[in-house]
């Protein structure tokens, strides 16, 4: 080691080597940052100390002035920021506040179980959706649903059962109350139910339809998508859809629908089975657990989907 100390000391000593070094420390010093610093610090910071961290205060400004340029540091999405360590001045990096709020984002989506529903629905925010006058009194019972259940989450809430033509905001409406509400610390599973009822038969041949219907009915906020559009089978409606029901009706938790059929379709809807047996009473059964889940609520206006 000792060759080594010798052999630097020798480079340095040359006369352009040295020059450039010394304009390098001087500028390094007269970064505002790092005076700031140093007058902060003072009462700790001895010269000693300095002439020893040069090479951190060197990466401090090389690492400031990348991200001034908006080029990418060493790491991506950190700041540097000096700090005392053990003696020496050092570059701890800290989350820009872009990353504090990706993270915090998702860990926001972390709590929403989303299963094959929309990208715009999954990053849908109630301050994005339009205000129109069609739309304000579903705007003011949404906020009061959140309000109420945050504030007493214990007590039982009615839902909503959103329906109306396509293309009106139902699914982006339940993506920004399931935002809203994993920002006020719920967890939410949102599905589209068609999509649902498919791989629940597909759940027949692995043995999984118990744990997928258990992860659903208990979910703490459930929201079904497009109700009524699945292809509509006895099995699906008495051992998947009255299970879930039943249960979240039992245990009184918050369950949301979105549909393009009010109640009277969708009982229409669920009378036949897929032997072609009509069964009304089985459909009647299946229409009062959702009315207690959830209010009935018309969602009109114009198609927005090639807005």
């Known amino acids: ?33 790092v005076q700031l610093f140093l ?9 000693e100390m300095i ?25 991506p999405g950190y700041e540097p920021k000096l700090a005392l360590n053990s003696g020496y001045i050092d570059v701890v990096y800290l ?15 972390s709590r929403i179980n989303a299963m094959n529903i929309s990208k715009d629905a999954r990053t849908a ?12 009194n579903v705007l003011m019972m949404a906020y009061a649903f959140m309000d109420e259940y945050t504030e007493s989450p214990k007590d039982y809430h009615q839902g909503f059962y959103l329906y109306g033509p396509f293309g009106t905001g139902k699914t982006y409406l339940l993506g920004a109350m399931a935002h809203e509400l994993s920002k006020r610390g719920h967890v939410i599973t949102m599905m589209h139910y068609p999509t649902f009822t498919q791989e629940m038969k597909a759940a027949i041949a692995d043995g999984s339809v118990s744990d997928k219907l258990n992860a659903v009915k208990n979910s703490e906020i459930l ?21 879930i029901l039943q249960h979240r009706m039992q245990e009184k938790l918050p369950t949301f629908f ?29 229409m009062e657990r959702i009315k207690y889940l959830a209010k009935e609520v018309a969602l009109t206006g114009k198609n927005r989907r090639f807005d």
């Open 1 to 33: 080691m000792d060759h080594i100390s010798r052999g630097f000391n020798r480079y340095m000593k040359q006369p352009d080597i040295r020059k450039q070094y010394e304009e390098m420390v001087q500028s390094v010093l007269n970064d505002p940052d």
């Open 39 to 47: 007058k902060k610090e003072e009462d700790q910071i001895s010269q």
């Open 51 to 75: 002439q020893n961290s040069y090479s951190k205060l060197y990466e401090f400004v090389q690492e400031k002035n990348k991200l001034a340029r908006g080029e990418q540091g060493q790491n």
């Open 95 to 109: 989350p820009t506040p872009e990353t504090v709020q990706r993270e915090k984002e998702r860990e926001l989506r």
């Open 125 to 136: 925010t109630m301050d994005k959706i339009i205000m129109t006058q069609d739309r304000n």
């Open 223 to 243: 929201m079904l998508d497009d109700i009524g559009a699945e292809v509509n089978s006895t099995w699906i409606r008495d051992e998947v859809l009255g299970v």
């Open 258 to 286: 979105s549909s393009n059929f009010n109640f009277s379709e969708l009982e229409e809807h669920l009378r036949m089975g897929n032997r072609g047996d009509d069964e009304p009473i089985k459909a009647k059964r299946l």
